[in-house]
């Protein structure tokens, strides 16, 4: 049923507006997508429920940002997901393997539970694989395709939720994931032939997008956005074959009849010398990310006649509020350029960098905040005002180099004892002695049998958890009767180890929400949120830190859990800490010194708590780096300064200890191949990756020449509600002990158990260890023969 328009919702073929944003939170501020998916695949609602929710969820959305000033046809883009926008390129597009096709409709259309499936996997088949978006924390799933994959309509999806804003009258900008950025992110299926490229199915696809514009058109849409952020990072081809590629695909549904005018956006970074191809290809609007590097020339400009810039002016994947006199400089020395290069310097719209699903959805929700740093701070809807404010040209220009944030001068942000703490660091603070020796050391203090079986690091997180720390921010219970709800678990966390037979225990991590957040609730220099939900992938929410001002431990961490549980068994138990780089990567990290600064006054404050480990004698401590990829700059001119630093930290972090202490270290959707040197460089001990989801891929990259530490492949993928079979898990070790050997491989899930419950966490890894002691059997044999 039509409501009472916001606006008007005739379709327009006119300019797109002055203001507008490239995609904002789709979550909602009460995590409500969260919700209603978990919900629905526990059977608590049923689908008409579920579509309900998050109906009402889209409605408020469109309905909020009007109300912040984006009522302009086509100024809201259409990006709402209920799961991943990747995931919703290829389903829209046909791409399912044929391992998946039982997910397919009899009319060969993917509805709402087969799309879970993909995402989710199911008793049949684990899902797609899953990695990370770029230099985000956002978590995309990887499209399989081949040469036989039939390409076609297969969702409708992006013509529903537009004709679903009409009906809220708004007539929303429909967003696709680009064709190029598609198989770009895609893989080969399994069944593909020996030397097939994603990018060979390019031509294919793109009649599939002229389908959808074409229905899009008919629907009266008048814009439509094409996501091409893969123009910002180096990729396996060059510039010249890239530039080829936007003509075979923008060029040519530029050329398509009749169809909505279209926005091709390049998120995550400049994409220099590809601008003027991409100018060329005939779409209407182009938008670049102006936030990060330098303005566009003149040169790169050349083509914009006849094409309106869509200037990322607002930086979407931090919460500093923009000095908008810089950025007002910037847009005015950007339209100067627009004009030599012979555009029209009126035809610049205001946007945002990236999509604001990186950042939390509101400040109105987070009234505990110092009110210092608040008035630093802008979320997504703020940064929609700044946005809105910069295209009505309603902020006077200031200096164009000028700071890009508003500067932070309060008590907090600078620490003295801190800096020349770190100006004081020497060359072999970062060292430790040379593996072997380290190695003989740990084998005698720890005497762990062959492919040693261990977590992790997190258990699931029960109710009776949950409830006893919000009782105690409550004052509903006090410390005393905290921590003894905290040693129940751990002691019942132990047992369940025990029993199963794992080698090498954990104690739960009950005590913690968030493996970046507690420790920012217990450093110096961070400031944490109440309601700033930012999506990490499906219904997996986090809530980033804020770290402000330069950082320092006051007082043990973990300790105390630590070494409780290692009271209560002669097994080790490993300490457990996050990384300095996964600290700031899974944190709105200060822009006003250089990263490797703060990552170095982070590792000083980790370096202490791993040294009270170790005198409390916990002998084994693992330091997690998932997001060491994460931050890898897109260019790889740009990279070998990321990694020094980035490694460097680390190495700061964990050097302090002797050699009979095993550090350990995991990462996870960290594209082991792409920084495996850079793995090799942080010297840890035994290094855990996630592995289960790509089938073992990863262990194909695992030079024993190059990488002769501890390694443990993931056999189970805890992303996914499957349990693995004992068979499946078998299948992974013997061809992980193909490549890495009996004396260094380490058995081990692929990530925490946070998110997964205790029956489908015990069945698991029952079914790991009886997979390991085969394995074992076998390996035991083999060597007798």
């Not at 921590?483 to 966390?493: D, K």
Request: hydrophobic fraction near 45%; proline fraction near 6%.
């Amino acid at each position: 049923m039509n409501q009472t328009p916001i606006h008007e919702t005739a379709a327009s073929t006119g300019a797109l507006p002055a203001a507008t944003i490239v995609g904002y939170p789709r979550i909602g501020p009460d995590r409500e997508l969260k919700k209603a998916e978990e919900s629905y695949w526990a059977g608590r609602i049923d689908r008409a429920q579920f579509d309900d929710a998050v109906r009402e969820l889209r409605r408020r959305t469109r309905a909020r940002l009007v109300e912040l000033g984006l009522s302009e046809v086509a100024a809201i883009p259409g990006t709402f997901s209920l799961y991943d926008q990747v995931l919703d390129a290829a389903v829209a597009t046909g791409i399912v393997p044929a391992r998946l096709a039982h997910v397919l409709e009899a009319d060969g259309t993917v509805g709402l539970d087969g799309y879970f499936t993909l995402a989710r996997g199911d008793a049949q088949q684990s899902p797609l694989e899953m990695t990370k978006w770029f230099d985000t924390n956002y978590h995309y799933l990887v499209p399989e395709i081949g040469p036989d994959t039939d390409l076609r309509v297969a969702s409708t999806q992006v013509i529903d939720l537009f004709r679903e804003g009409l009906e809220d009258g708004v007539t929303e900008r429909p967003v696709l994931v680009g064709p190029v950025t598609l198989l770009l992110l895609s893989k080969a299926a399994d069944d593909a032939p020996e030397g097939f490229d994603p990018l060979d199915r390019l031509d294919d696809l793109v009649d599939v997008y002229a389908e959808l514009l074409g229905r899009l058109a008919e629907a009266g849409a008048p814009w439509v956005q094409l996501d091409e952020p893969a123009l910002a990072a180096d990729q396996r081809i060059g510039a010249d074959a890239l530039a080829a590629l936007l003509e075979r695909a923008e060029g040519r549904l530029a050329a398509v009849s009749p169809r909505p005018k279209i926005l091709v956006t390049t998120p995550y970074g400049g994409i220099g010398a590809l601008l003027p191809s991409l100018l060329a290809t005939g779409v209407e609007a182009v938008h670049v990310d102006a936030t990060r590097g330098d303005l566009p020339t003149v040169e790169n400009l050349a083509g914009i006649a006849g094409v309106r810039l869509v200037a990322g002016l607002v930086e979407g994947r931090t919460v500093w509020r923009t000095e908008l006199t810089t950025a007002a400089a910037r847009l005015a020395v950007l339209r100067e350029r627009v004009a030599e290069a012979g555009g029209d310097p009126a035809a610049v719209s205001v946007s945002t960098s990236v999509s604001l699903q990186h950042v939390p959805h509101t400040l109105d929700l987070e009234p505990n905040l110092p009110g210092d740093l608040s008035e630093t701070l802008a979320f997504a809807d703020e940064k929609v005002r700044e946005v809105v404010a910069l295209g009505a040209g309603s902020v006077t220009p200031g200096d164009a180099d000028g700071s890009r944030s508003v500067p932070r001068d309060f008590a907090g942000v600078r620490d003295e004892a801190v800096r020349a703490r770190a100006a004081a660091l020497a060359a072999d603070d970062r060292d430790r002695a040379q593996y072997p020796m380290r190695a003989a050391a740990q084998r005698e203090a720890l005497g762990l049998p062959e492919l040693p079986t261990t977590t992790i690091g997190s258990f699931p997180q029960v109710k009776e958890v949950r409830r006893a720390r919000a009782d105690l921010r409550a004052g509903r219970i006090d410390e005393a009767a905290y921590v003894e709800a905290m040693q129940q678990e751990i002691a019942r966390v132990i047992a369940l180890q025990e029993r199963l037979g794992l080698d090498v225990l954990v104690h739960g991590e009950p005590e913690r929400n968030d493996m970046v957040q507690y420790f920012a609730e217990n450093l110096e220099g961070f400031a944490v949120t109440e309601n700033g939900w930012v999506q990490s992938y499906g219904s997996r929410c986090t809530r980033p830190s804020i770290l402000f001002g330069d950082v320092s431990r006051t007082a043990a961490i973990t300790v105390p859990w630590a070494t409780y549980a290692q009271s209560l068994t002669a097994k080790p138990v490993k300490g457990m800490l996050t990384g300095p780089v996964t600290i700031l990567a899974w944190s709105f990290v200060r822009d006003d010194q250089p990263l490797g600064e703060t990552a170095d006054q982070v590792a000083l404050a980790l370096r202490d708590e791993v040294a009270d480990l170790e005198a409390a004698g916990i002998g084994i401590v693992q330091v997690d780096e998932p997001a060491l990829r994460e931050l890898l700059p897109l260019r790889r001119a740009d990279q070998d300064a990321y990694l020094d630093w980035s490694v460097g930290s680390f190495r700061l972090a964990t050097s302090g200890v002797v050699d009979a202490t095993q550090i350990h270290t995991h990462l996870c959707y960290s594209e082991f191949n792409e920084v495996i040197d850079a793995i090799d460089g942080l010297g840890a001990d035994v290094t855990s990756i996630e592995s289960a989801r790509s089938r073992g891929e990863v262990v194909d990259a695992i030079d024993p020449e190059r990488f002769s530490r501890g390694i443990g492949p993931g056999v189970w993928d805890i992303h996914s509600p499957r349990v693995p079979s004992t068979e499946e898990i078998e299948e992974l070790l013997i061809k992980a002990l193909g490549t890495v050997g009996p004396v260094n491989l380490w058995v081990n899930p692929d990530c925490g158990l946070k998110t997964r419950g205790y029956a489908e966490t015990e069945e698991s890894l029952a079914h790991l260890v009886e997979a390991t002691v085969a394995v074992r059997a076998r390996a035991d044999e083999a060597a007798t023969v």
